[in-house]
């Protein structure tokens, strides 16, 4: 008790206090614009569920109803049939935006391929109707994934965390930088 009536004792733990306060308040903060950004990827910039991780999923549908129209055609153990069923269960399982991003590229170059292996082939007019509404709906898809909210939305968080103070709270307080998707 008697260390505590010494002012610069006082003194001392009541900045060592201020800084322990802000230091968590920035560090809470900090935190809930990570979440709240990270959300984007998942629920789009209005919560609506137009995101990027709803793209990417009808993107996976898509490479599913390729292979199903293929499978009418080509071997049971066909290759490039294969590759498009690996790789949009690689797209379903990738967890991070850069993973994503690499996996959906994949994705729709496989199924670009093995719809001009369907296109040589004499399908009836139905799977070719289908086909080439699949081939459509990769492409919009790839052209909304393209215009997504995540970046922006991922690049402001990335320079508010670089700017001061952020860029001495962030890393004291385990905040860090969010991955692009690209």
Do not use: W
């Not at 994705?107 to 001009?116: D, G």
Request: charged letters at 20%; one cysteine or more.
């Amino acid at each position: 008790m008697e260390a505590l009536q010494n002012k610069g004792v006082a003194l001392l733990l009541c900045l060592l206090m201020i800084a322990g306060s802000c230091l968590l308040g920035a560090g809470t903060g900090l935190r809930q614009l990570r979440r709240q950004t990270q959300e984007v990827f998942v629920l789009g910039s209005d919560g609506s569920g137009l995101s990027l991780q709803r793209d990417l999923q009808e993107l996976a549908s898509q490479g599913y109803n390729l292979t199903v129209i293929a499978r009418r055609y080509l071997p049971e153990q066909d290759g490039a049939v294969a590759i498009v069923a690996r790789q949009q269960e690689v797209l379903l399982a990738a967890t991070t935006p850069k993973e994503k991003h690499r996996a959906a590229q994949e994705l729709t170059a496989s199924a670009k391929l093995l719809a001009s292996t369907l296109e040589a082939m004499e399908l009836n007019a139905e799977d070719h109707n289908l086909m080439q509404q699949v081939l459509v709906d990769i492409e919009n898809t790839q052209q909304m994934l393209a215009g997504n909210d995540y970046n922006p939305s991922a690049a402001y968080f990335n320079r508010v965390l670089s700017s001061f103070p952020a860029n001495i709270l962030g890393p004291v307080t385990g905040v860090r930088p969010l991955e692009l998707y690209e």
